[in-house]
């Protein structure tokens, strides 16, 4: 059964799910579809032809679904799709998408979004990610699984975040950054690995130990083509992330490597 407080306004063409908890001076227009178990604190607002999974919870002042910031957005009838189990903190904002790209931003699930965390236009958001207070996304941003931002950082538009990579906080990233890699400062640079949230994931030291080296030789020794020749055979899991993370196609560059 669900619990809607009498002070929300829904759509009369939105679609709730069961066992939905919608609180005070919550509005969900028309568009919206929310999934089973989601929990909408007060004063929650949601619009656009957003997609809402299962078990997810938004604390007050969230807007989601709601018009890209982007000038060149003419009203294209684009979409915000959300997985399932995350969390958004109090004021965190999600963007549908334009025509400029897909026409769609994707939230995965199990992330946590804290407090002001904004994802722009057409970004692409994995799974287990952790977006901390004020940090912010410009628009077609890529984050991988397991990413860390860390607060009030900033992420240029169309950069990529690799698999499990720590943003240090108050760090502006104009560059990609490459799997399981720290970055740090204004403009954001490689400072080294992520070794703490690899031994976290379970990963062996001697592991951790080859791919740390194999992000010296690729930054300090050759070319980048010719130090991904040395690797391109190995068997460490890292080492083929960072190579098929490498091989897409980029935009921006690569986060310089400032250790």
């Given at each position: 059964m669900n619990k809607i407080h009498n002070t929300a306004i829904i759509g009369k063409n939105a679609v709730i799910g069961s066992n939905v908890e919608i609180g005070p001076y919550c509005v969900v227009e028309e568009g919206v579809k929310i999934g089973n178990d989601n929990i909408l604190h007060s004063s929650v607002f949601m619009t656009?032809?957003?997609?809402?999974?299962?078990?997810?919870?938004f604390f007050p002042f969230c807007s989601i679904g709601s018009n890209p910031q982007d000038l060149k957005y003419q009203g294209e009838k684009s979409r915000l799709i959300i997985g399932n189990n995350n969390i958004f903190r109090e004021y965190c904002t999600a963007n549908t998408g334009t025509a400029g790209d897909n026409m769609i931003t994707i939230v995965g699930s199990s992330s946590l979004f804290m407090m002001g965390a904004h994802i722009a236009h057409d970004c692409i958001i994995g799974d287990n990610v952790i977006m901390a207070n004020q940090a912010t996304l410009g628009g077609h941003v890529h984050v991988d699984n397991s990413a860390v931002l860390g607060g009030l950082s900033a992420v240029h538009q169309f950069?990529?975040?690799g698999k499990l990579a720590m943003i240090g906080g108050l760090s502006a990233v104009e560059n990609d950054v490459i799997p399981f890699g720290l970055a740090l400062g204004n403009r954001a640079k490689i400072t080294g690995v992520n070794i703490v949230g690899l031994k976290r994931a379970n990963y062996s030291k001697n592991i951790i130990r080859e791919y740390s080296n194999s992000i010296d030789k690729i930054f300090t020794g050759g070319t980048i083509e010719s130090e991904k020749e040395k690797i391109k055979t190995s068997n460490n899991d890292l080492i083929k992330e960072l190579l098929i993370f490498l091989d897409k196609n980029s935009s921006r560059g690569?986060?310089?490597?400032?250790?």
């Open positions: 656009g032809e957003s997609d809402i999974g299962e078990g997810n919870i950069c990529r975040i690569l986060c310089k490597y400032g250790k």
